[in-house]
């Protein structure tokens, strides 16, 4: 024991008398000076991690010295906002989005980014709205009947000239384009 009565704190270097000592890694500090680099927590032997002489609570020793990736440093079912800056980590500043004009033929894309226009409105027509019918792909809302208005199916279509209609409106459709051919005619 050096001369004025105690050991010399681990963190103020000031003399630490038994009544307030905390030894840790076998230093000695003051209760009030046993606290973590980052936040300032006060430490025990349950909370204390230790990197190269500096003391860490186990949360932010995990965040600065412990594993890097989704689902470390926080704790599962956490979320947190901390980008490390206090530990500091410079944290990855994400690039601006900058889209391509080259068409993209995967199947991937085929089969989910497609962009098939609709025949009714001309608009794209997306997988999650999708509805296939006489050879085209529709929006769930223009998958009408082209006369009456009414819902679709791909069993309770007919079509004609890229347009659809309800099976009985079919027969009655063609018959009025045929008049109307005719009286033209004429």
């Not at 680099?37 to 025990?44: F, G, I, N, S």
């Not at 019918?133 to 998958?143: E, K, L, P, S, T």
Request: some cysteine.
């Amino acid at each position: 024991m050096p001369l004025g009565g105690g050991n010399k704190c681990g963190c103020c270097q000031k003399t630490v008398y038994f009544a307030e000592e905390v030894q840790c890694e076998g230093r000695s500090f003051h209760r009030s000076c046993f606290l973590c680099m980052v936040c300032r927590k006060c430490l025990d032997s349950t909370t204390v991690a230790v990197h190269e002489n500096e003391v860490y609570c186990k949360a932010c020793y995990g965040k600065k010295y412990g594993p890097k990736g989704y689902g470390y440093g926080a704790g599962a079912g956490t979320l947190s906002m901390d980008k490390g800056e206090s530990l500091g980590i410079k944290p990855v500043e994400p690039q601006e989005h900058r889209p391509t004009n080259n068409p993209n033929t995967s199947k991937f894309a085929q089969k989910f980014g497609s962009s098939d226009k609709c025949p009714r409105c001309s608009k794209a027509v997306y997988a999650a709205e999708k509805v296939i019918g006489a050879g085209n792909a529709w929006h769930r809302g223009c998958f009408r009947c082209a006369k009456c208005g009414k819902g679709l199916e791909s069993t309770t279509l007919a079509d004609k000239d890229g347009e659809i209609y309800c099976k009985g409106r079919v027969s009655n459709v063609i018959l009025t384009l045929f008049n109307d051919s005719h009286q033209a005619t004429t």
